[in-house]
């Protein structure tokens, strides 16, 4: 039970005021539109979870993966009665088991001063290869949900193979991962915006990919400056060495 409560008290310190304050922001918001809006108590759950998540996400706290968790499994059900199958794919057969393989991976790189995951930033040719590789995913994924008969299936299959490669790039620590988080983000709340005007979804999904948005693009500024930080910090160290 200390070592919970330990865990918990360290993943909620060292939040900046306006850290909290978008993350409080940001679920009270979230929770009175989708309650106005007399969203299901699953979607609202599910939004709630996956902000809390992107959030802590970008924050660098290890705890983000359980919230993800939680958001899996209720957004996969959501997206199964939407029809985006390649979504519910997406969520249970890769974000499932990459949450337990991240948990593992930032835990051996965790700044124990400030409780956060150290961050660090990719290669020109590792980004070339990034780009090549999601192209050919995405039309490829593409074919295969239309012979599904899924809904949208190119912006489907763009935010299901962006996903999994943001995924990568953040359980390898890339501050990249924010550049195609902002993309996922943005086909994800067209995809969303699209159910509802047809009603196949609730608001409570639109917001929630709205929020991550945001989201991505104030973590990708924190973790290009942290990144920095990180790399002039080890240049250092090296030529004291």
């Given at each position: 039970?200390?070592?919970?409560?330990?865990?918990?008290?360290?993943?909620?310190?060292?939040?900046?005021?306006s850290?909290?304050?978008?993350?409080?922001?940001?679920?009270?918001?979230?929770?009175?539109?989708?309650?106005i809006?007399?969203?299901?108590?699953?979607?609202?759950?599910?939004?709630?979870?996956?902000?809390?998540?992107?959030?802590?996400?970008?924050?660098g706290?290890?705890?983000?993966?359980?919230?993800?968790?939680?958001?899996?499994?209720l957004?996969?059900?959501?997206?199964?009665?939407?029809?985006?199958?390649?979504?519910?794919?997406l969520?249970?057969?890769?974000?499932?088991?990459?949450n337990?393989?991240?948990?593992?991976?930032?835990?051996?790189n965790?700044n124990?001063?400030?409780g956060?995951?150290v961050?660090?930033?990719?290669?020109?040719?590792g980004?070339?290869?990034?780009?090549?590789?999601?192209a050919?995913?995405?039309f490829?994924?593409?074919?295969?949900l239309?012979l599904?008969?899924?809904?949208l299936?190119?912006?489907?299959?763009?935010?299901t193979?962006?996903?999994?490669?943001?995924?990568?790039?953040?359980i390898?620590r890339?501050?990249?991962?924010?550049?195609?988080?902002?993309?996922?983000?943005?086909?994800?709340?067209?995809?969303?915006?699209?159910?509802?005007f047809?009603?196949?979804?609730?608001?409570?999904?639109?917001?929630?990919?709205?929020?991550?948005?945001?989201?991505a693009i104030?973590?990708?500024?924190?973790?290009?400056?942290?990144?920095?930080?990180n790399k002039?910090?080890?240049t250092a160290?090296?030529?004291?060495?």
């Open positions: 039970m200390n070592n919970v409560k330990e865990f918990w008290k360290r993943e909620i310190s060292g939040w900046t005021e850290e909290l304050c978008w993350l409080a922001f940001a679920n009270v918001s979230l929770l009175i539109i989708s309650v809006l007399k969203d299901t108590f699953l979607g609202i759950a599910a939004s709630l979870t996956g902000v809390t998540c992107v959030i802590f996400c970008g924050k706290k290890i705890s983000n993966y359980i919230f993800g968790t939680i958001n899996v499994l957004y996969s059900y959501i997206a199964f009665k939407a029809k985006f199958y390649g979504e519910v794919m969520n249970m057969l890769y974000y499932f088991p990459t337990i393989l991240g948990w593992f991976m930032w835990k051996k965790m124990s001063d400030t956060e995951v961050k660090k930033r990719m290669s020109l040719t980004d070339i290869i990034t780009v090549l590789v999601s050919a995913g995405i490829g994924y593409s074919y295969v239309k599904l008969g899924g809904n299936p190119l912006i489907d299959s763009m935010s193979v962006l996903s999994i490669v943001a995924q990568i790039l953040m390898k890339f501050t990249e991962q924010w550049i195609v988080w902002i993309l996922v983000d943005a086909v994800s709340v067209i995809m969303w915006a699209t159910a509802f047809k009603g196949d979804g609730g608001i409570a999904m639109v917001l929630m990919w709205s929020v991550y948005l945001l989201n104030f973590m990708f500024i924190k973790w290009y400056k942290d990144s920095a930080e002039a910090e080890n160290a090296a030529v004291t060495e």
